[in-house]
């Protein structure tokens, strides 16, 4: 999910407190009052309200390319963005912290973040939530965030990004509270569109969440950090098939590209984040390549080379789907649907036509990603990682796996088909 030195001019610093709605922008005004002191709690909040304050202080294995220091949470390298960027990938440096889940004291539909940061021009914070669902994690949202149904858990991260080394922001406080309005109106469920993929290849790189990538390697890259899963988790994870429907995959979204970092093309217009006017499903890029839309350029002004909307692993891109050059390829967005998940426990996973493992296979599923079941049949017995087993997944496609490998199921009840 890594030079040459010039002199360093004296850039003014500017303290910003806000309540976010969208990634912090350079301030142009005066410093606003720091905001009221909260008790320091653990990553994981406070024991007991509905407010808490995020420990900036502690970095751990899911944290990427960021670093406490005296004065606060700060990019850990400027130049990474630089040092990682070619052709389509990301121009910015940038670092996220994650924190742990948080068990609110009572059910909420917002949650509010108040941030207290240093932020010079080129550079920018952004406090981000998520919430979990009976059908596994909602999007990353901005904070202030609305939920369409009462919540109990939550998760925070913090997101740092930089167009110049010079540019480095810090973060030295931030604040969240959870309380309820009104519930909105839900997504559609399970969107799937047409995109054009491209390999990513880079192996031995890094990451948007800090996975360092290895040969054949099984995953997936989105424009957009919305449905970015944490290291060695799919919670948001695609369902990529050939437009002939003859083989699929399951890959979790462990990278941000390609070209854009802020499109969600997958999302209706009033939830997406950039291009708003473009149709749902149309990627900035593809409608940059395809008929000049924002001068044929992406977001950091760069000539858009192809109309990618996924960037496909090596393994996934070749192994998976046989594919031997970038293609159209159909793509579910598996965190809009509903129902029970089965979480890969081990993999790449064959998936097959039937309950044996005598059927030929259709594709693989990447370990860690979340896989949609219909049901289960009775089939070959299988021991596997989790037990031995003759239980047999069905999953959307109608493709079957061993349940000897799914490490846990959450969602729903699986019943027999």
Known sequence: MKHVHRRVRPVLLLALTVTLTAALLPATGPAAATPTAVPAGSRAGAPAGDRWNLDLSVVDGDDVNVRPTATGLRLRDARWGAARSRGPRSALAEGMLITAPRALSRPATRVRAEVDAQVVPGATVETQVRAWRTSGW???????????????????????????????????????????????????????????????????????????????????????????????????????????????????????????????????????????????????????????????????????????????????????????????????????????????????????????????SRGLAARFANVPIQCYVTGQTVSGPYRTTNRWNRLATGQYVSHAYISAVYGGTVSAC
């Open 138 to 360: 909602s999007e990353w949202r901005p904070a202030t965030a609305v939920f369409d149904q009462p919540v109990t858990r939550v998760q925070a991260r913090v997101v740092l990004t930089a167009r110049d080394p010079r540019a480095v922001a810090t973060v030295r406080g931030v604040w969240l509270t959870a309380d309820s309005l009104a519930v909105t109106t839900a997504a559609t469920p399970g969107l799937t569109y047409r995109v054009f993929a491209t390999r990513i290849g880079l192996v031995g790189e890094v990451t948007a969440n800090g996975r360092t990538i290895q040969p054949r390697d099984h995953f997936a890259a989105l424009p957009s950090r919305r449905g970015l899963s944490p290291l060695n988790s799919g919670d948001y994870t695609v369902r990529v098939c050939t437009t002939s429907g003859s083989r699929c995959t399951y890959a979790p979204v462990w990278d941000v590209g390609p070209w854009n970092t802020r499109d969600d093309y997958w999302n209706p217009s009033p939830v997406r984040e950039n291009w708003k006017n473009l149709p749902q499903g149309r990627p900035e890029a593809q409608a940059a390549y395809q008929s000049g839309y924002n001068g044929g350029r992406d977001q950091f002004g760069r000539t858009v080379l192809n109309p990618a909307g996924i960037d496909l692993a090596d393994g996934t891109f070749w192994d998976a789907l046989l594919l031997t050059t970038n293609a159209w390829v159909d793509v579910a967005y598996l965190w809009t649907g509903s129902g029970p998940r089965g979480v890969v426990g081990d993999g790449p996973l064959n998936i097959r036509t039937g309950a044996s493992t005598a059927y030929p």
